[in-house]
């Protein structure tokens, strides 16, 4: 398959400096992208003169991950896969060949993801991603690896290739036939959990998503966002409610008109309490905006569900009850 490993950049020369030597040696059977999202810090400069193989799409302001990527990759003509990795990300040796072997071997994978490991910590797995991810009866991501706040040491319990329900974005291999059918990311989330709903809409369109622990790369993590920051907090609250609004079926989108409302309340006054007032505020800019979308996400809503082929693997329990009753690691959780 004709493969292109595409980078979206936004002022991370250090990243690219200190990542893409590693990215290009381990990496000789596909095309290294560098996509620039308006980056004022030299990085296309430096790229130009020390990295001249690599090929660079150049867009003229930052415009997210979401819209960032959806631009690039429009740009790509005649390649059979895309695999988006984040600028703070170190592969193994071999960590593009088994991606690329699920796609060939099974026509209904679209997506397939590694295992992401801390690259700080080597022995942890990656809280964003760690080996594939699910979300809750109510929305709340988690992963095999990473409950909550807990994250755990790899000790090689998770080394089964799997459907999973959704993929870390920082290192994301799709078909890309299957990316331009669904029209890419949600624009308008910017950043966090485009890739959860892009995944569900991949699971609604009949197809599947997989996690191949034999490929293996190490994710910094944090290298756009601080996960104190205000705005990371309202963005990963209102996509995940517009997310849920765009895909869940009735059942569960019933459930968490009446649940959400009380538990992301709850969710600002610890906010508050901690004296994370901007946090606190972003819960309910988060809600602002939601309910500004409401007429548009009902019209996406009725879109992605018309011809659904099937559902998408929710975990029908609270991952938060369980982790409150002492149920903090995946295999606690939920049976593969």
């Given at each position: 398959?004709?493969?292109?490993?595409?980078?979206?950049?936004?002022?991370?020369?250090?990243?690219?400096?200190?990542?893409?030597?590693?990215?290009?040696?381990?990496?000789?059977?596909?095309?290294?992208?560098?996509?620039?999202?308006?980056?004022?810090?030299?990085?296309?400069?430096?790229?130009?003169?020390?990295?001249?193989?690599?090929?660079?799409?150049?867009?003229?302001?930052?415009?997210?991950?979401?819209?960032?990527?959806?631009?690039?990759?429009?740009?790509?003509?005649?390649?059979?896969?895309?695999?988006?990795?984040?600028?703070?990300?170190?592969?193994?040796?071999?960590?593009?060949?088994?991606?690329?072997?699920?796609?060939?071997?099974?026509?209904?994978?679209?997506?397939?993801?590694?295992?992401?490991?801390?690259?700080?910590?080597?022995?942890?797995?990656?809280?964003?991603?760690?080996?594939?991810?699910?979300?809750?009866?109510?929305?709340?991501?988690?992963?095999?690896?990473?409950?909550?706040?807990?994250?755990?040491?790899?000790?090689?319990?998770?080394?089964?290739?799997?459907?999973?329900?959704?993929?870390?974005?920082?290192?994301?291999?799709?078909?890309?036939?299957?990316?331009?059918?669904?029209?890419?990311?949600?624009?308008?989330?910017?950043?966090?959990?485009?890739?959860?709903?892009?995944?569900?809409?991949?699971?609604?369109?009949?197809?599947?998503?997989?996690?191949?622990?034999?490929?293996?790369?190490?994710?910094?993590?944090?290298?756009?966002?601080?996960?104190?920051?205000?705005?990371?907090?309202?963005?990963?609250?209102?996509?995940?409610?517009?997310?849920?609004?765009?895909?869940?079926?009735?059942?569960?989108?019933?459930?968490?008109?009446?649940?959400?409302?009380?538990?992301?309340?709850?969710?600002?006054?610890?906010?508050?309490?901690?004296?994370?007032?901007?946090?606190?505020?972003?819960?309910?800019?988060?809600?602002?905006?939601?309910?500004?979308?409401?007429?548009?996400?009902s019209v996406e809503r009725k879109t992605i569900r018309r011809d659904i082929k099937r559902e998408a693997p929710i975990y029908y329990g609270s991952v938060v009850v369980r982790y409150i009753f002492g149920k903090r690691t995946f295999s606690q959780i939920k049976k593969l």
């Amino acid at each position: 398959m004709r493969t292109a490993v595409v980078i979206l950049n936004w002022n991370g020369l250090q990243h690219l400096q200190h990542y893409l030597l590693r990215v290009v040696a381990t990496t000789p059977d596909a095309d290294i992208v560098v996509a620039d999202n308006g980056s004022t810090d030299g990085s296309v400069a430096w790229l130009k003169e020390v990295m001249p193989a690599v090929q660079l799409v150049l867009l003229d302001k930052n415009y997210g991950f979401a819209e960032g990527y959806n631009r690039a990759l429009a740009q790509l003509e005649g390649y059979d896969a895309f695999v988006l990795l984040n600028s703070d990300i170190e592969p193994t040796e071999g960590w593009l060949s088994p991606l690329i072997e699920q796609l060939e071997q099974s026509e209904d994978v679209a997506v397939v993801v590694p295992k992401i490991l801390d690259d700080k910590r080597r022995s942890k797995f990656e809280y964003a991603g760690a080996a594939g991810g699910f979300i809750d009866i109510l929305g709340y991501p988690f992963c095999r690896g990473r409950i909550l706040g807990v994250v755990e040491e790899d000790k090689g319990q998770y080394d089964t290739a799997c459907d999973v329900m959704w993929g870390s974005g920082a290192a994301f291999c799709c078909r890309a036939e299957v990316f331009n059918r669904l029209g890419g990311f949600a624009k308008e989330f910017f950043a966090h959990q485009e890739e959860i709903d892009l995944c569900w809409r991949v699971w609604l369109s009949g197809s599947r998503v997989v996690a191949e622990p034999r490929s293996k790369v190490y994710h910094l993590g944090g290298a756009t966002l601080s996960t104190e920051s205000p705005f990371k907090t309202m963005l990963n609250h209102r996509n995940n409610l517009a997310m849920l609004f765009r895909c869940a079926s009735p059942a569960q989108r019933a459930l968490v008109a009446v649940m959400r409302p009380i538990l992301d309340f709850a969710a600002a006054m610890s906010y508050l309490v901690q004296g994370k007032k901007g946090n606190a505020k972003a819960v309910w800019q988060a809600w602002r905006d939601f309910i500004a979308w409401h007429k548009r996400l009902s019209v996406e809503r009725k879109t992605i569900r018309r011809d659904i082929k099937r559902e998408a693997p929710i975990y029908y329990g609270s991952v938060v009850v369980r982790y409150i009753f002492g149920k903090r690691t995946f295999s606690q959780i939920k049976k593969l």
